[in-house]
């Protein structure tokens, strides 16, 4: 199986990437990041961390001209320059949790995921109850995803029989001040303006913060997460450089 990243300005927007990285480590695969557009010291991280696991990195354009599909567009092209059995789209901002591994350890398929927001919910005004969806994350050569969105989401719709929940992702976006700040921009420009702006986006956000609506084991990786108002990537690379030299990995 190899594991897709589609990667744009991912420190600067203050993603939890290594955090992501470290989570699936224990499936033993080889990444392919996507380069797509960035100006910050994203992929020099990345070429750190192949230190750790084998990690493939190819160049493509980031297209803000198409709205809120460009990382689905990004996430396709990853998907069809992978030959292997199975592909696992894993966002920057995803923990995988033990029990996802364990399952695609003991019998790797295609498969879907619930997904867990840090805080509060996929609309961030606690009108939609708690955002806990499910999305499909691992896909076989054969099943192709499509451009819709950031979900990749697959054609003719998603079902659990071609792609059973086997276990849990949890969901980093909107959770640290600083990733607030520059992401909400961000997103809302490139969503065209079809998103909150980003005063709603932080107004929302500490609505969450009163609200959280985090339920269940939290991932050794990202525990020092929990109690951080910004998000620290030099505190998350000392931790991992830590582990890792613990481990001997």
């Not at 480590?25 to 990345?46: A, K």
């Not at 696991?53 to 980031?62: D, E, H, K, L, S």
């Not at 879907?112 to 009108?127: C, E, I, L």
């Not at 951080?228 to 830590?242: E, G, P, V």
């Given at each position: 199986?190899?594991?897709?990243?589609?990667?744009?300005?991912?420190?600067?927007?203050?993603?939890p990437?290594?955090?992501s990285?470290?989570?699936?480590?224990?499936?033993?695969?080889?990444?392919?990041?996507?380069?797509?557009?960035?100006?910050?010291?994203?992929?020099?991280?990345?070429k750190?961390?192949?230190?750790?696991?084998?990690?493939?990195?190819?160049?493509?354009?980031?297209?803000?001209?198409?709205?809120g599909?460009?990382?689905?567009?990004?996430t396709?092209?990853?998907?069809?320059?992978?030959?292997t059995?199975?592909?696992?789209?894993?966002?920057?901002?995803?923990?995988?949790?033990?029990?996802?591994?364990?399952?695609?350890?003991?019998?790797?398929?295609p498969?879907?995921?619930?997904?867990?927001?840090?805080?509060?919910?996929?609309?961030?005004?606690?009108?939609?109850?708690?955002?806990?969806?499910?999305?499909?994350?691992?896909?076989?050569?054969?099943?192709?995803?499509?451009?819709?969105?950031?979900?990749?989401?697959?054609?003719?719709?998603?079902?659990?029989?071609?792609?059973?929940?086997?276990?849990?992702?949890?969901?980093?976006?909107?959770?640290?001040?600083?990733?607030v700040?520059?992401?909400?921009?961000?997103?809302?420009?490139?969503?065209?303006?079809n998103?909150?702006?980003?005063?709603?986006?932080?107004?929302?956000?500490?609505?969450?913060?009163?609200?959280?609506?985090?339920?269940?084991?939290?991932?050794?990786?990202?525990?020092?997460?929990?109690?951080?108002?910004?998000?620290?990537?030099?505190?998350?690379?000392?931790?991992?450089?830590?582990?890792?030299?613990?481990?001997?990995?």
């Open positions: 199986m190899t594991i897709v990243v589609v990667a744009h300005n991912l420190v600067s927007l203050c993603y990437f290594i955090e990285f470290y989570s699936a480590l224990p499936l033993g695969c080889n990444f392919l990041v996507g380069n797509y557009g960035c100006t910050d010291s994203t992929m020099d991280v990345f750190t961390l192949s230190n750790y696991a084998p990690i493939a990195m190819v160049n493509g354009r980031w297209q803000p001209e198409t709205g599909t460009a990382i689905g567009i990004a396709q092209e990853l998907l069809s320059q992978c030959t059995p199975l592909v696992l789209n894993l966002q920057a901002c995803e923990i995988l949790c033990e029990d996802g591994i364990q399952s695609l350890l003991a019998n790797p398929q498969a879907s995921f619930r997904t867990r927001h840090f805080w509060g919910n996929f609309y961030f005004d606690g009108s939609q109850g708690y955002g806990y969806g499910e999305a499909p994350r691992v896909y076989s050569n054969q099943q192709k995803g499509l451009d819709q969105g950031d979900g990749c989401w697959p054609p003719g719709g998603f079902n659990h029989v071609l792609w059973p929940i086997v276990g849990t992702l949890h969901r980093y976006s909107y959770c640290f001040d600083n990733q700040a520059m992401k909400a921009a961000n997103h809302y420009k490139l969503y065209l303006n998103a909150q702006t980003p005063e709603q986006r932080k107004n929302a956000t500490e609505w969450c913060k009163q609200h959280p609506n985090y339920h269940g084991p939290h991932p050794e990786c990202v525990a020092h997460l929990k109690d951080q108002a910004n998000y620290d990537i030099m505190r998350s690379w000392d931790i991992l450089s830590k582990t890792m030299e613990f481990y001997k990995l």
